[in-house]
């Protein structure tokens, strides 16, 4: 880990979205918050959805991000710990950023000690079992099979597609951003409920995807917080052994 004490995570900020007033923006003010972080950072956890897109052909990567990534090089030259999380709209990371920037990919939740507490930490899509129709498209883009046909196709085409089929796909509901509507109603609450039973020890569950902000006591020693996003809520967390919050960022 890098020389800092403290340990960040932030998801979701859907980089390169057709759906965002001023891409520019958005990514800057991600930029600002990662330079703010820099000199008390020990790991950075990006917990899926950073990119709205992102496939790694053999020697093509989507254009643009440029300042998102020089900033993570910059702190991975500084020690930093790089954290990157697959989520269901960047899904197709294979070693581009390992290589580039010393990111360590994470295509499943893992379970971690961090300054001396059990974190269990995930996009969140993994355990979402509401919607058939979701759990379909998750397989079929996880295929590496599938994956291996789609890389056939010329980036001409391929991204293009895929930049279509979000904002699509976000209209029609299909990667929907349910409202929280309660303890009882959250999926990723339940999961971590169940979880809990056979895993005793987690101190922190962790989730990105879903575009909520929480932060909830299960049990006198276990919380689970939900992340936000960086599209509303410029959202992000902060352990330092001590103390785990949720915060936003004005900078």
């Not at 496939?55 to 954290?83: C, N, Q, T, W």
């Not at 507490?117 to 979402?128: C, I, S």
């Not at 930049?163 to 509901?173: A, E, H, I, P």
């Not at 006198?220 to 902060?238: A, K, N, P």
Request: hydrophobic content about 40%; aromatic content about 18%; glycine content about 8%.
């Amino acid at each position: 880990m890098g020389k800092g004490n403290k340990i960040y995570f932030i998801s979701d900020a859907h980089l390169g979205a057709r759906f965002h007033r001023d891409p520019r923006a958005i990514e800057n003010k991600l930029v600002r918050w990662l330079d703010s972080i820099k000199e008390d950072a020990a790991a950075l956890y990006l917990l899926g959805d950073m990119f709205d897109y992102w496939y790694e052909y053999k020697y093509v990567v989507p254009k643009g991000h440029v300042r998102f990534l020089g900033k993570l090089a910059e702190l991975s030259d500084r020690g930093i710990e790089i954290h990157f999380f697959i989520g269901n709209h960047d899904i197709w990371m294979f070693d581009y950023l390992e290589k580039e920037i010393g990111a360590i990919i994470h295509r499943e939740p893992i379970t971690v000690d961090l300054l001396g507490k059990r974190f269990f930490l995930a996009h969140g899509d993994e355990v979402d079992n509401r919607s058939l129709a979701f759990r379909f498209i998750r397989s079929l883009f996880r295929n590496k099979f599938c994956q291996w046909l789609y890389a056939g196709i010329h980036p001409r085409w391929s991204f293009g597609f895929a930049m279509g089929w979000s904002l699509s796909s976000r209209k029609s509901g299909l990667d929907r951003v349910d409202k929280y509507e309660g303890e009882a109603s959250e999926y990723l609450v339940a999961f971590s409920k169940e979880y809990l039973q056979t895993h005793p020890d987690i101190n922190f569950f962790i989730f990105g995807h879903r575009h909520v902000m929480l932060d909830l006591q299960l049990t006198h020693t276990s919380r689970m917080l939900i992340g936000g996003d960086w599209m509303q809520f410029f959202s992000y967390i902060e352990w330092d052994g001590t103390t785990l919050f949720l915060d936003q960022f004005e900078g």
